[in-house]
C-alpha cells in the first residue's frame, strides 16, 4: 500500500506546472518476483488534485490509473497503463475520459 499527499505553491521559485494547490493520492501494488533480478508489479490507484480556479464551486480533478509494469529483463520494463478522468482540468462538465498509455523503463 501506498500514499501520498502534497501541498504545492505557484510563488516565485515555483516549479510548479499548473494551478494545483494540493493533491493527495493512495492505492496498493502486488508484485510477482519471477527471479532475483526481475520483478513485475500490478498496481492501482486513486489520486484527486484541488485548487484549480474555475467558475464552478469545488473544482478538482479525480483519477483512477491501473498498470501493469512487466519486468523484461533487469534492465528493461515495459509498462502499459489505463486511466479514467472525472473532471479534466477541475471542470465536471467534462464528463470522464479514459486514457491509455504506455511506458519503456531503461535503466543502467
Sequence with gaps: ??????????GPGSLAFGPVRQSYSGGVQVRFPRS?????AW???????????VVEPLASEKVFETYYRWQ???????????????????????????VFGGRITLGF
Excluded: E, K, N
Excluded at 500500500?1 to 505557484?10: D, K, L
Excluded at 532475483?36 to 513485475?40: I, K, L, P, Q
Excluded at 534492465?75 to 502499459?80: A, G, I, Q, V
Design 36 to 40: 532475483a533480478d526481475t520483478v513485475s
Design 72 to 98: 523484461w529483463t533487469r534492465h528493461l520494463s515495459l509498462t502499459p497503463d489505463f486511466q479514467l478522468v472525472f473532471g479534466s482540468g477541475g471542470r465536471r462538465s467534462r464528463g470522464i475520459h479514459a
Design 43 to 53: 498496481s492501482a490507484d486513486f489520486s484527486q488534485a484541488f485548487g484549480i480556479p
Design 1 to 10: 500500500m501506498f500514499g501520498r499527499y502534497a501541498v504545492s505553491s505557484s
